[in-house]
């Protein structure tokens, strides 16, 4: 984390996009928290709150279309190959994708609230062949409304007086 935030304070707004970003792809970085410290920065004025709030989310957007992708293009080969390793049969996969179609758009939304589910997401996402138009909308929703009440809280830590 301690890296993180020096390369915030280096970086600024280059290193917001680059960590959420980075992020999305499965590189371990501490998303919540980070967002509530961007969140502080706007409110001790080392940050302007809306370009910080719309880069976090053009940086945790991003990832989460590559994600996609990447699901879409190789997922569903590489998971009837090697899903056996995580007991991951043809059967449950076939599961996942009827759950995409019926609640997926929704799944998005929620899961950007449940770390770890948020990047699966994503990928099942496009394993399931959901419509990118789709998929992009919703994730964005999710995104935008995560991205912002982290940075709030963020924000509210450092104006009220403790």
């Not at 280059?14 to 960590?19: D, G, K, Q």
């Not at 809306?50 to 590489?78: E, H, Q, R, W």
């Not at 929620?110 to 062949?129: E, H, K, M, Q």
Request: with cysteine.
């Amino acid at each position: 984390m301690s890296a993180s935030i020096h390369f915030i304070s280096q970086y600024g707004y280059i290193a917001i996009f680059a960590l959420f970003a980075l992020s999305g792809l499965g590189i371990p970085v501490p998303d919540e928290a980070l967002l509530t410290f961007v969140g502080y920065l706007t409110s001790i004025s080392m940050m302007n709150f809306l370009l910080a709030d719309i880069i976090c989310f053009i940086g945790a957007l991003s990832a989460m279309v590559i994600n996609y992708t990447l699901g879409k293009k190789i997922g569903k080969p590489f998971l009837l190959t090697h899903g056996k390793w995580i007991k991951l049969t043809p059967s449950k996969l076939k599961r996942v994708e009827n759950w995409f179609d019926k609640y997926g758009p929704w799944t998005i939304v929620i899961a950007n609230f449940i770390p770890g589910v948020r990047r699966l997401t994503s990928y099942f996402s496009g394993v399931s062949g959901m419509n990118l138009s789709k998929y992009i909308l919703f994730a964005a929703i999710g995104s935008f409304l995560w991205c912002l009440l982290f940075n709030i809280i963020g924000y509210y830590i450092g104006v009220l007086p403790f």
